[in-house]
């Protein structure tokens, strides 16, 4: 065990012992404690002899004595701060069992890791590992909507029907009936009363038309024959011109998209300079596909880039790139007609100073682009839920352990766990989001070199807004914190009665430019770190940020494409162009 936690484990006892007294039976406790402090270290060694993990930036340490999470401040997790159930009385072997299953979760995310030599050192059997509640399983939800996300045999349509999550997959691959049951999925899928699966909620609950939109550019860019003389291609790199950030790299991709849509081409992204890294492997380095499922199919990708390669598909124009489009129609274009004019029907859900914006000059734009990105990102890769996993755990695992102890009467370490004896666990219940700590706020503070393109304002005035949410929502407790701002980060203990969670990542220091600090991240941190994050606020309970931040503004996107327009949007200042 490293000096640090030693150092870390010797600070604990000593505060607790102080706390408990000088009776007789204080020190009883005491010796009982420091026993049980070092079998759990014992027990600790074995896993810390593996090494941490590392994922771009997002670091889970295994290591004991981290008693409050790295990603948060604010609170002590383990402590009588949170519940009271870790005082003396209650027995402080309930700290190490907690820390003994978040180490082996931990530990168990790491892919360089043998997950049987692991177990084996520390005595255990993967039967005896509790399921992490907090943590999904990468690799059934990739299959699973790589099934959702391809035609079938013959053009046939996936299965869009209302059963969710893996058992719609379990009736088709039954071998009783099965076209019989295909053929209901298909004539389900094809109604107007279908939708895609990564839609959550009723018209009601986004934007308006966004199930049907979200259906029909899933159907533009997945024809039945991507060979048909008939199918034209637009093929185009990610920008990679100097300052650009990934959400204006997103919001470029959405206006060729849009043109995409109106021209009836489909749309091929070629390279995507923030996956060229080594995070990315094989077919998905320098891809959109690294961090989400790509926005065609494999056949129509490999037919495009074929006819790229041939003078006359761009003569002809069969296919097109970014040089036959001016900068005008890319960023600021027409957005389809497809739907009509269905953004006049938005609902006034966003505050600004105090008043609910009804009305603004870009209201097509801010509808489209959330449709766009919604697409984009409508599925995540192996890698990014792997990348959601630890940013979950570092900042809710302790709690997950907490919460999940609570069932064992014994040792957990000697109990087996049955829940693969059960269909309903398996099939029904595997569709259900990862655990996190419920209700939570998610507050994306923008300023540094952003002050030459919006009105940046103070922390405090972020956490006015918050406090006001709190009044209405007494039982919010939780904020999720992203920022390049170290002195963002700083402010956090100045707010006690909040519990902060965040990355943690090396941040701005001073004024640099938003280029300077991702190029000192590095390319794969300066990527994973601010997509972990996206992602973690747009499916917040509420969200608090500037809409003249481009991210802001496509985080607020993805939440009202996401089934959280009703939850509203409290802004710092307003985009530029409204």
Known sequence: MDPSTLKSLERVVSQKALQMGSSFP?????????????????FMASLTSFRGMEVAGLIFPIRMATFSSPTSTSRDYMGEIVDGSFGAQQGEGKRERVLQLYSVWGALLDESVDEGELLNRVGLRRASVPKAPHIENCKASEDVNKRLDTLGENGTFPPWTTLKGLFGLELLGRKSSVDEQSQHVNNQAETEGSYPPWIVGSDEDNFPL????????????????????????????????????????????????????????????????????????????????????????????????DLMKRKEAWENGIVTGKENYTTKEIWAGHVPRIWGNPWIHLQPTTEINGRLITHHRKMDRRWWLAQATRYLMRFQSKYMCELLNIARHKAFGLQAAEMVLKNFKGEWTKETSDESKYDIEQIVWSNHKPWIQRPILSMHVRMGDKACEMKVVEFEKYMHLAGRIRKRFPNLNSIWISTEMQEVIDKLKSYPSWNFYYTN??????????????????????????????????????????????????IDGMRNTGGKVMAGYLSVNKDRFW
């Not at 406790?29 to 014992?42: E, H, T």
């Not at 849509?261 to 998905?284: F, P, W």
């Not at 941190?525 to 606020?537: H, V």
Request: one cysteine or more; aromatic letters at 12%; a positive charge.
């Open 210 to 305: 966004t199930r049907r939109v979200q259906k029909d550019i899933w159907v533009h860019q997945h024809p039945s024959n991507c060979n048909a003389a008939h199918i034209r291609f637009l093929i185009v790199d990610w920008e990679t011109i100097p300052g650009f950030g990934i959400g204006a790299q997103i919001a470029g991709m959405c206006g060729l998209l849009a043109i995409a849509m109106k021209e009836q081409r489909v749309l091929i992204t070629n390279y995507y300079n923030r996956a060229d890294h080594a995070g990315c492997r094989d077919a998905s380095r320098s891809r959109w596909s690294c961090y989400f499922f790509p926005e065609t199919s494999v056949e129509c990708r490999n037919h495009a880039f």
């Open 26 to 42: 204080c020190r009883i406790c005491v010796v009982g404690f420091l026993i049980g402090a070092c079998l759990a270290c014992l």
């Open 505 to 554: 990542v090396t941040r701005q220091v001073g004024n640099m430019s938003m280029a300077a600090y991702e190029a000192s991240l590095g390319r794969e941190t300066g990527t994973n770190n601010p997509l972990a994050n996206f992602l973690m606020a747009s499916d917040a309970d509420f969200f608090i940020g500037a809409l003249g931040s481009t991210w802001c503004y496509l």
